[in-house]
């Protein structure tokens, strides 16, 4: 043992964005009012964990203001047991390297996808709620968070 002090700076991958702003994103046929939408309020994150989940955050919002009011949104994922359907109820990250997704299968199980960053690969798709309730939103509070976590 040593007593020495654990550097506290960051690994040399994690890039120090600083004051960078926001890359716009290359969406094709959309209008710079749907690109200030996606990019309002988003400064790029020193953790690469924490970046991805900020524009998964808003794409997902984005994909929601087109849903019927009897859709939610769900997912495709590759590597989920089963048909790889889930109902998204909320999302989450764990930097500097973990997304994770939560929600519900097919069965109406609860499921959790940990997945790195930077193999993400998710279909989002309209899926019809339970008659039971009305269709979840989960996008504004994904926006909420980001918010709350935004450099400042």
């Given at each position: 043992?040593?007593?020495?002090?654990?550097?506290s700076?960051?690994?040399?991958?994690?890039?120090?964005?600083?004051d960078?702003?926001?890359?716009?994103?290359g969406?094709?046929?959309?209008?710079?009012?749907?690109?200030a939408?996606?990019m309002?309020?988003?400064?790029?994150?020193?953790?690469?964990?924490?970046?991805?989940?900020?524009?998964?955050?808003?794409?997902?919002?984005?994909?929601?203001?087109?849903?019927?009011k009897?859709?939610e949104?769900?997912?495709?994922?590759?590597?989920?047991?089963?048909?790889?359907i889930?109902?998204?109820?909320?999302?989450?990250?764990?930097?500097?390297?973990?997304?994770?997704?939560?929600?519900?299968?097919?069965d109406?199980?609860?499921?959790?996808?940990?997945?790195?960053?930077?193999?993400i690969n998710v279909?989002?798709?309209?899926?019809?709620?339970?008659?039971?309730?009305?269709?979840?939103?989960?996008?504004f509070?994904?926006s909420?968070?980001?918010?709350k976590?935004?450099?400042?």
């Amino acid at each position: 043992m040593t007593d020495k002090p654990i550097a506290s700076a960051p690994p040399a991958f994690v890039p120090d964005w600083g004051d960078t702003p926001c890359p716009k994103p290359g969406l094709p046929a959309t209008t710079p009012e749907r690109n200030a939408a996606l990019m309002d309020g988003v400064q790029m994150r020193e953790n690469p964990a924490e970046w991805a989940f900020v524009r998964l955050s808003k794409l997902i919002e984005d994909f929601e203001k087109g849903l019927d009011k009897d859709d939610e949104i769900g997912a495709r994922i590759v590597g989920l047991p089963g048909d790889g359907i889930m109902s998204i109820e909320d999302l989450g990250f764990w930097g500097p390297d973990f997304i994770m997704f939560l929600g519900r299968n097919s069965d109406g199980k609860p499921v959790r996808l940990i997945q790195h960053y930077n193999q993400i690969n998710v279909l989002l798709d309209a899926r019809r709620k339970p008659e039971e309730r009305e269709a979840r939103r989960i996008g504004f509070q994904l926006s909420e968070m980001v918010g709350k976590t935004n450099p400042k």
